[in-house]
């Protein structure tokens, strides 16, 4: 079940996302001064160079390119600041504090059932308090896709407790298509260190 890569770098190397990359374009809305394949790349800039430069990873765009969201109506899961939104005219944000499309509710989860023909979730569904409770989390995605939809999920692992039990654990779930496990960094704010492809 498990693709597994001991960092981000390494996955990086890939020839499928160096493929990817080769012809990749930034969104021109997104004023970033320098774009880096991966969290860790930035690691090496010194605190100067943080306070001075407008950085962003592309991993996240990667990850929204294998399920098309540029040719899909699609929802951003936990969207925050609606970012996606701006580079993407068929992505619409729900959120359940920051402005968005859409307040994320329980009900919002109930209405929304089976109406998506693409969705994602970065880093914003790993807010639990066991690692198997993620399963549930996993299900109100794929319950959002229409027959034909295609979902991905990334989570930060430092967010949930006892995360190494995901390795056992997920290949038992239901609905997961492609998975990969980054063992670095433990810590992945940006793009998250497991990543999950959903479908219907």
């Not at 993620?134 to 006892?162: C, F, H, W, Y």
């Not at 239901?174 to 999950?196: H, V």
Request: net charge negative.
């Amino acid at each position: 079940m498990w693709e597994h890569y001991q960092s981000l770098n390494q996955f990086c190397e890939r020839p499928e996302y160096q493929q990817w990359l080769a012809q990749w374009q930034p969104p021109a809305q997104w004023h970033v001064t320098q774009w880096v394949n991966s969290e860790q790349q930035q690691w090496s800039m010194t605190p100067r160079q943080h306070g001075i430069t407008a950085w962003s990873t592309r991993l996240a765009h990667w990850l929204l390119d294998t399920i098309d969201v540029a040719d899909h109506r699609t929802v951003d899961i936990g969207c925050g600041e609606n970012l996606f939104a701006s580079a993407y005219v068929t992505v619409s944000g729900v959120d359940p504090k920051f402005s968005a499309d859409a307040e994320l509710t329980d009900s919002w989860w109930q209405h929304n059932q089976g109406i998506w023909p693409r969705a994602y979730a970065l880093n914003s569904l790993h807010f639990v308090t066991e690692p198997q409770h993620l399963e549930g989390q996993l299900q109100r995605v794929i319950n959002t896709l229409d027959t034909k939809g295609r979902a991905v999920v990334t989570v930060n692992r430092s967010m949930i407790p006892n995360a190494d039990q995901l390795w056992q654990l997920v290949p038992q779930w239901k609905g997961i298509e492609r998975a990969i496990w980054i063992d670095s960094p433990t810590n992945a704010p940006m793009d998250g260190n497991c990543w999950f492809w959903l479908k219907r």
